[in-house]
């Protein structure tokens, strides 16, 4: 595999140990911040103080010193278990960044629906969790409609594979055994080698299916937005019987000149 509703995330949530360590003319503090935040996202969205310390490789009491002023911030939450989770504050952001991309998205996924014909979404890998930024529905009077915010599961949609075939492959494995793979149809993978084969195929292709995995008689295609640090996807979703072969085929050229458009936007907005 290639390395790579709301949303939480739009750096890098895969914080490596380098990301708690200056950069030059960097403010210190605020890197290791934002590195436990990214770490946290990684990794579920909640972590003991220990796992923490190690992933970002500080001392246990830096990072408790840190993770205290966040709390006090509202970016952290402490559980009764005294796992920290991302807190209320981190909403404000999300909103903000959701807004931002919906706007941005949206005449994209016009244009993708006056093409195909179908409903076009853009999602975000958030956690484990598949989100719904922004969508426009298609003008068919049976159509598919996915509120903006609904949260599902990776292993069962198009988008989730599409992001996911560009991940390491541990990092996979972890967000699989996380979410547990529940079967939602007959048709969804519940084996993870069986779902890393998809996103060996959709690495390799550039696009990944959902043929009724995540609800019956409804079909999907995505592609992966390139070179942003968020982890999102362009979609086209419909009935079954409308998403034919040749549709998809129709459909993945554009939703990858889609992707490349939208990606140009974020990068010179960033």
């Not at 939602?184 to 959709?202: G, K, N, S, Y």
Request: proline share 6%.
């Amino acid at each position: 595999m290639a390395q790579p509703d709301s949303v939480v995330d739009l750096g890098e949530v895969t914080a490596a140990p380098a990301a708690a360590k200056a950069r030059s003319g960097g403010v210190q503090s605020i890197e290791r911040a934002f590195a436990i935040l990214e770490i946290l996202v990684a990794n579920g969205g909640s972590m003991g103080l220990s796992a923490l310390a190690a992933a970002a490789d500080l001392p246990l009491p830096t990072i408790h010193r840190l993770a205290r002023t966040l709390v006090d911030l509202g970016y952290l939450r402490q559980e009764p278990s005294r796992q920290y989770t991302l807190g209320p504050r981190v909403l404000l952001l999300a909103e903000s960044s959701s807004t931002m991309l919906n706007s941005l998205a949206q005449p994209h996924l016009l244009r993708l629906v006056d093409e195909i014909g179908e409903t076009a979404n853009l999602a975000s890998l958030d956690g484990d969790q598949i989100v719904y930024i922004a969508q426009v529905p298609s003008r068919h009077s049976m159509r598919m409609f996915t509120e903006v915010g609904r949260r599902v599961l990776p292993h069962c949609t198009a988008v989730g594979k599409a992001i996911m075939a560009h991940l390491p492959p541990d990092e996979v494995r972890d967000i699989l055994r996380r979410t547990g793979m529940p079967e939602h149809t007959e048709h969804t993978i519940t084996d993870p080698a069986t779902f890393l084969e998809q996103l060996d195929w959709a690495a390799e292709h550039g696009y990944a299916n959902d043929d009724g995995e995540q609800e019956l008689g409804v079909r999907c295609v995505a592609v992966a937005v390139p070179d942003v640090k968020a982890r999102l996807a362009l979609s086209i979703s419909g009935p079954a019987g409308r998403m034919t072969p040749e549709t998809i085929d129709r459909a993945v050229p554009l939703l990858t000149a889609a992707g490349q458009a939208l990606a140009a936007e974020l990068n010179r907005s960033s």
